[in-house]
């Protein structure tokens, strides 16, 4: 089926929101490799983007999670944590931001569970630590950090390593889930969304991103809400309204994404909308990572696959319901609320190639220098 630039992208983000943000187990210092066993000497820094300096880069939010705040300083310290690009800094800083936000959502419900993860397996992971700090227990690795002011780089490794944890313990569970789970009833219960149904669709975008505040979210829900309106009404066709679409991937053609199937593959409300609407017809106003979305059903492919040929399928769906749950649990125990947008540097100007006689000139310039 079509693979879309919108499909993609769906898929990846997702990740961070249906499938247990998958980016904290990328990115992250991996606690079996040798980087999750150092503890930074100091801060990370080299992206600050703060005119005052550091201390209004750390007073600057971006964001409200839970009872929590991700700062100017937070976003600096992990794009250069994670070696983005300029570019990528750039033009992704919705999803850096988004990315962020997931991870900290997760690190706050893993706090709120401490059962979650086993503190004997933290704690094994903690011995090659403390051999090599000279202590017996996370209690005077503590105490030695902060007598040697490394307390925040501290908490940080802790955090990130009960991230992992959280990581690893979530697959465990989606694994047995899958291995424990009555196929047939699954199946059963949803025919059409596991016998290979697919929905042709396109859709409309008001584009979100994450740092916009609740007042500016319902301004650009109510622009959506006028155009469906409109198009529903029959004031103006969908073809007229395409333009102000903001996912310039599928604008050009219409909107159109193409087949997807009811879960997996794509943002878990899109997919609902689209099994929800009957075709031809307008889907009501959904959201996703990206922004506002209507759709509407171009064509229904009506699947005919049994259990036995699509097994593999239910299973993989079924393997992502316990992250889909403690994101759903994640969203409504410590929600996003957006403050500002991220700054970002300028450029860095790049050096230019040096000719070859300027080439010729510095290696005349050092071989009289050596004489």
Known sequence: MVQTRMQMR???????IALAWVSVSVAAESVT????????????????????????????????????????RDFDDFVVRREYSWEAVYYGKSQILLEMAKERQFLLWLKAHPDFVSQE?????????????????????????????RTTQLENFLDRLLCEG??????????KAADTADLRARFDQEPNAFNGSQMQIRHILIAVPIWMTPEQRQAQRDKLAKIRSDIVSGRRTWEQCINESDDLGTRANGGMIGYISRYVERFETMGKAAFETPQGQISEIFETPEGFHILQVVRVYHGKMTLEQNERWVKRCIMEEPAMKIAAECNAQF????????????????????????KDDETKKNSETKK
């Open 335 to 358: 929600p996003i609320v957006g403050v500002r947008e991220p700054s970002v540097p300028p450029k860095p100007a790049t050096q230019p190639a040096s000719s070859p006689s300027q």
């Open 121 to 149: 397996r933290i704690e094994d992971w903690l011995k090659p630590i403390y051999q090599r700090e000279g202590v017996a227990s996370r209690e005077q690795l503590i105490a030695k950090a902060k007598a040697e002011g």
């Open 10 to 16: 769906a898929w990846l983000v997702s990740g961070l």
């Open 33 to 72: 490799s040798q980087r999750a066993n150092e503890i930074p000497a100091k801060d990370v820094k080299g992206m600050s983007v703060s005119a005052e300096g550091d201390k209004e880069a750390n007073a600057s939010v971006l964001l409200r999670v839970g009872p929590t705040v991700i700062t100017q």
């Open 166 to 175: 959280g990581f690893a313990e979530l697959e465990r569970r989606k694994q």
